[in-house]
């Protein structure tokens, strides 16, 4: 790559640790230390986590539906200010109320910079040739996920819940001053071996709303974990209250992740890779309501982890290659279906943990809900086959002139 596009990239990643490592993820090992000292009920924090997936609806629908083509750097800068600004006041404010509005904003940012700074780094990295690095761009999210969480027992312990959120702000302020000077959207004439590259074959447009679906399935499914699971281990006295270590393996399972089922998916198929990661994830979503055993509860994360950002990355990638034009806007709509699953999720598992007083019945539904989807793929791996045996021969021929 060159010099430009590394640069690029690297700022692509810190706008994903800033907007989803830490806007949108951080909540998760912050949780239950909120809960201890605000007396929230699984039913709060559930309605909580769902305000800022409905933010992320939100944002999402703006991305599909407004004409951002022209200005992506400007909303994705925008997006960042938000989201450090949400950030900031969480740790300033006891309110729930205006917790809820924060939340939703931090959504919206979120989506926004997902959608955008994906758009603008998947067209470069196509351009160059570079789509197999996908994986190091979506990487992103697990390393906010884990660095946030070494910060978060030394703040704690030095500042309380409060001054978690605030360190985690001034985080992200740092990182924001290299994706301002770095991820810039500049849209330029493609040469023929370009060209070529990005025309690759891909399953037809028909098979859209299946990948829609299954991806809105997974958003449902996936992220009953991704909001319960560090308050499922710190209820485990196996953990010794110290449960944030469950979202620290979550966030180092992540990191390569994206690389190896982009890898995967060279060789197998995009469809396939992506139903296979559905299938794994659904079994470590189950796998506590069969054992609460601190071994199990690392295991269930470290298959949270490899799974969920490769899940995006996969169907990502895979919207991208079906619609090569507009790729921010169906981006935009395949993360809105997703938003839309992860809305519903953590209501529907807070209510059914409040009233059961167990995780169970939750990730059941959710495990089944994954599951469902990665049925969905099915049909999808004939194109595979065709896919990735049209595209050798094509790239073979480009490399050979």
């Not at 706008?15 to 909120?34: D, E, S, W």
């Not at 197998?268 to 054992?291: R, W």
Request: hydrophobic share 50%; proline share 4%; with cysteine.
């Amino acid at each position: 790559m060159t010099k430009h596009p590394l640069l690029l990239l690297t700022g692509g990643i810190f706008a994903l640790i800033v907007a989803m490592g830490i806007g949108r993820f951080a909540y998760t090992p912050l949780l239950p230390l909120m809960q201890q000292a605000l007396f929230f009920t699984d039913a709060d924090a559930g309605y909580l986590a769902s305000s800022n997936y409905a933010g992320y609806l939100i944002g999402a629908c703006l991305a599909g539906v407004l004409p951002l083509a022209k200005r992506k750097t400007f909303y994705v800068r925008s997006g960042l200010v938000v989201s450090i600004v949400t950030t900031l006041s969480m740790g300033l404010t006891t309110s729930y109320f205006l917790m809820l509005l924060l939340r939703l904003a931090s959504g919206v940012a979120s989506a926004l910079i997902f959608v955008l700074a994906s758009s603008i780094v998947l067209d470069k990295l196509a351009a160059t040739g570079r789509t197999s690095w996908s994986g190091l761009f979506y990487s992103g999210v697990g390393l906010g996920i884990f660095f946030s969480t070494l910060f978060i027992p030394g703040l704690h312990h030095l500042f309380d819940w409060q001054g978690v959120w605030i360190g985690l702000a001034a985080v992200s302020v740092l990182l924001a001053l290299f994706i301002w000077l770095w991820l810039k959207d500049s849209p330029g004439p493609a040469t023929k071996r370009e060209q070529q590259i990005s025309a690759a074959p891909a399953p037809p447009r028909k098979w859209l709303p299946w990948l829609i679906a299954s991806y809105g399935l997974e958003g449902l499914g996936y992220i009953v974990t991704g909001t319960f699971i560090v308050a499922i281990a710190a209820n485990t006295p196996a953990f010794n209250g110290d449960a944030t270590v469950v979202w620290t393996v979550v966030g180092l399972a992540a990191v390569p992740s994206c690389i190896i089922w982009s890898m995967l998916a060279k060789k197998t198929g995009y469809s396939k890779a992506l139903m296979m990661a559905m299938v794994l994830q659904s079994v470590g979503i189950a796998l506590p309501v069969f054992s609460l055993s601190q071994v199990s509860l690392l295991i269930s994360a470290c298959l949270f982890g490899a799974t969920f950002i490769g899940i995006t990355t996969l169907a990502t990638t895979l919207a991208r290659q079906i619609s090569l034009t507009n790729s921010n806007r169906v981006i935009g709509y395949l993360t809105a279906v997703y938003a839309g699953g992860q809305m519903i999720g953590p209501t529907l598992a807070g209510i059914l943990s409040s009233y059961t007083g167990s995780y169970h019945s939750a990730l059941i539904g959710a495990a089944s809900a994954v599951f469902l989807g990665a049925l969905l793929l099915v049909g999808g791996i004939r194109y595979d086959q065709a896919t990735t045996h049209n595209e050798r021969g094509h790239l073979h021929a480009i490399y050979k002139h």
